[in-house]
């Protein structure tokens, strides 16, 4: 008995030592991309992504053997179980977004160095931000995080669109950072002086401040809206997704959700206990807005990728719901649950149009007008991905969405469940007014010919051939998750279960 109380006394001290280790190894793998980039003067640029796979691949080990190791011992560490499930999301995106990104980056013949860089200081800044318990670290990642999204919008320098793209995204996002530094700064200036979030609810006083606090949470509120996309905060997400590059809208689309999720749940749960009545009433409003918002305004778009921004909005309502459903018996386990399925089916769905907007040029939908005939393992793929997205039983997104809106309708959200289960059916129409596209119409030679002249311009053959492989890795990868993860929601729900902080 002595020996295992040392052996788990030891485990403990080690869990609690190794915490940033993840975040470590990822410095590291940047400091060696710069060094190796330096050495060999930009010439072997492979090698490079390879260096940000396995830094990544081993944060990912460490993070899953700190999490099986508080699952298997529940008195050790677990308060971070919340923190490290979002920390394994964000390296879970880098990894797949990474995968689908390098033929991209290659075949467009921009600069390769630093697009790794941005990738791998984007996910820590999301790291950081998972597991940040003070509000100097809090903004310092977030703005990381945003930061160097702006540069990835703005990549491809030459092209007007993502110009335009990242000038929207920097200045909308400093405008949302004004106002959560803003809500910070009351919060500051009224808890004499306090940063750290369990010190800020001992020292101020909500009884005799309640209108400041009001104001604060209002302010921070707005702050996190518009990383999550919420409305009426979501004006930049149609159009910074539509200039961006198609792979750098794969990577902040799910790294910035999740990394504003965890700042949110953690911000209002902890520091706004006593106001959860007012914030759950106007959360509850926004969610509803953006679920209607997104999939009407969804059906009548003809680029793929605002498409893909509107559903994101409306996506995010439906994970809002978990957040206001969080009980004490399951916390947040639908809210993780579905963010998790959600990670495979958004970044599946954009493997297979990052390959087409590579042959072709275009996101337009109506190109992929005939797919099924030149493509018919990238059309059945898409299928999958849209289909999962749209909550067809028995896909992984059909069980997300169910063990989501019965937490919410067990919670009393009535109405939010229902305005959920009828925008879901909205959301069909579109996903499968695009597969009765790829399906049935064929597409006009003409365009075909306009089609092909673009990809001579775009894409280079021999490049792509060397990496199809890493494309095909990302799509397999996010097909099976898309499809058998909801086989195994038991285990899944397990995990996420009892996550309060």
Same mark, same amino acid.
């Given at each position: 008995?002595?020996?295992?109380?040392?052996?788990?006394?030891?485990?403990?001290?080690?869990?609690?030592?190794?915490?940033?280790?993840?975040?470590?190894?990822?410095?590291?793998?940047?400091?060696?991309?710069?060094?190796?980039?330096?050495?060999?003067?930009?010439?072997?640029?492979?090698?490079?992504?390879?260096?940000?796979?396995?830094?990544?691949?081993?944060?990912?080990?460490?993070?899953?053997?700190?999490?099986?190791?508080?699952?298997?011992?529940?008195?050790?560490?677990?308060?971070?179980?919340?923190?490290?499930?979002?920390?394994?999301?964000?390296?879970?995106?880098?990894?797949?977004?990474?995968?689908?990104?390098?033929?991209?980056?290659?075949?467009?013949?921009?600069?390769?160095?630093?697009?790794?860089?941005?990738?791998?200081?984007?996910?820590?800044?999301?790291?950081?931000?998972?597991?940040?318990?003070?509000?100097?670290?809090?903004?310092?990642?977030?703005?990381?995080?945003?930061?160097?999204?702006?540069?990835?919008?703005?990549?491809?320098?030459?092209?007007?669109?993502?110009?335009?793209?990242?000038?929207?995204?920097?200045?909308?996002?400093?405008?949302?950072?004004?106002?959560?530094?803003?809500?910070?700064?009351?919060?500051?200036?009224?808890?004499?002086?306090?940063?750290?979030?369990?010190?800020?609810?001992?020292?101020?006083?909500?009884?005799?401040?309640?209108?400041?606090?009001?104001?604060?949470?209002?302010?921070?509120?707005?702050?996190?809206?518009?990383?999550?996309?919420?409305?009426?905060?979501?004006?930049?997400?149609?159009?910074?997704?539509?200039?961006?590059?198609?792979?750098?809208?794969?990577?902040?689309?799910?790294?910035?959700?999740?990394?504003?999720?965890?700042?949110?749940?953690?911000?209002?749960?902890?520091?706004?206990?006593?106001?959860?009545?007012?914030?759950?009433?106007?959360?509850?409003?926004?969610?509803?807005?953006?679920?209607?918002?997104?999939?009407?305004? @969804?059906?009548?778009?003809? /680029?793929?990728?605002?498409? *893909?921004?509107? $559903?994101? &909005? %409306?996506?995010?309502? !439906?994970?809002? =719901?978990?957040?206001?459903?969080?009980?004490?018996?399951?916390?947040?386990?639908?809210?993780?649950?579905?963010?998790?399925?959600?990670?495979?089916?958004?970044?599946?769905?954009?493997?297979?149009?990052?390959?087409?907007?590579?042959?072709?040029?275009?996101?337009?939908?109506?190109?992929?007008?005939?797919?099924?005939?030149?493509?018919?393992?990238?059309?059945?793929?898409?299928?999958?991905?849209?289909?999962?997205?749209?909550?067809?039983?028995?896909?992984?997104?059909?069980?997300?969405?169910?063990?989501?809106?019965?937490?919410?309708?067990? @919670?009393?959200?009535?109405? /939010?469940?229902?305005?959920? *289960?009828?925008? $879901?059916? &909205? %959301?069909?129409?579109? !996903?499968?007014? =695009?597969?009765?596209?790829?399906?049935?119409?064929?597409?006009?030679?003409?365009?075909?010919?306009?089609?092909?002249?673009?990809?001579?311009?775009?894409?280079?053959?021999?490049?792509?051939?060397?990496?199809?492989?890493?494309?095909?890795?990302?799509?397999?990868?996010?097909?099976?998750?898309?499809?058998?993860?909801?086989?195994?929601?038991?285990?899944?729900?397990?995990?996420?279960?009892?996550?309060?902080?």
């Amino acid at each position: 008995m002595n020996d295992i109380n040392s052996f788990l006394s030891r485990l403990n001290s080690t869990i609690n030592f190794s915490t940033i280790l993840p975040e470590i190894i990822l410095i590291v793998g940047l400091i060696t991309i710069v060094i190796t980039d330096l050495v060999n003067k930009g010439k072997n640029a492979i090698f490079l992504y390879k260096i940000f796979l396995i830094s990544t691949l081993v944060s990912m080990g460490i993070l899953f053997y700190q999490l099986i190791s508080v699952i298997a011992f529940e008195d050790l560490y677990t308060n971070n179980i919340f923190n490290n499930l979002f920390r394994f999301f964000i390296l879970i995106c880098s990894f797949i977004s990474v995968l689908l990104s390098v033929d991209y980056v290659l075949c467009s013949k921009i600069s390769l160095a630093e697009f790794p860089l941005f990738k791998i200081s984007a996910g820590l800044g999301g790291m950081i931000l998972s597991c940040a318990t003070d509000l100097i670290t809090i903004y310092v990642s977030l703005e990381f995080l945003a930061l160097s999204s702006c540069f990835l919008s703005g990549y491809t320098k030459r092209d007007i669109r993502s110009n335009e793209a990242s000038m929207k995204f920097l200045l909308m996002s400093g405008a949302s950072s004004s106002s959560l530094l803003y809500g910070f700064s009351l919060l500051y200036g009224f808890s004499d002086g306090q940063v750290q979030l369990d010190n800020i609810i001992d020292k101020i006083s909500f009884s005799q401040y309640l209108p400041i606090i009001c104001i604060s949470a209002a302010f921070i509120l707005a702050g996190t809206a518009f990383k999550l996309s919420l409305f009426p905060f979501h004006q930049w997400t149609p159009d910074v997704y539509e200039g961006s590059p198609t792979p750098v809208v794969a990577f902040f689309s799910v790294t910035s959700k999740v990394a504003a999720l965890s700042l949110f749940t953690r911000l209002f749960r902890l520091i706004f206990p006593y106001l959860s009545n007012e914030w759950h009433i106007v959360v509850e409003l926004l969610a509803i807005s953006s679920m209607i918002l997104g999939n009407l305004i @969804a059906v009548t778009q003809r /680029s793929f990728k605002r498409m *893909l921004a509107y $559903s994101s &909005i %409306s996506q995010i309502g !439906y994970v809002m =719901i978990g957040i206001l459903a969080a009980d004490l018996e399951n916390g947040y386990a639908s809210m993780l649950t579905y963010t998790f399925i959600y990670i495979f089916m958004n970044l599946g769905t954009f493997a297979r149009i990052t390959p087409f907007s590579l042959r072709t040029g275009t996101d337009n939908i109506r190109d992929y007008a005939g797919l099924y005939m030149k493509d018919p393992v990238l059309t059945f793929s898409l299928v999958l991905c849209l289909l999962s997205l749209g909550g067809i039983p028995p896909l992984s997104g059909f069980f997300g969405k169910l063990y989501l809106f019965w937490h919410g309708w067990k @919670a009393g959200l009535y109405i /939010s469940v229902t305005v959920a *289960l009828v925008t $879901s059916v &909205i %959301s069909i129409y579109y !996903y499968l007014k =695009i597969i009765k596209l790829m399906l049935t119409k064929t597409t006009n030679p003409v365009d075909t010919l306009k089609t092909y002249e673009k990809q001579k311009s775009l894409v280079s053959s021999v490049i792509s051939t060397k990496l199809k492989s890493s494309v095909e890795m990302a799509m397999i990868l996010c097909a099976l998750a898309s499809t058998l993860s909801g086989l195994f929601m038991d285990p899944i729900i397990k995990i996420t279960r009892n996550t309060f902080f």
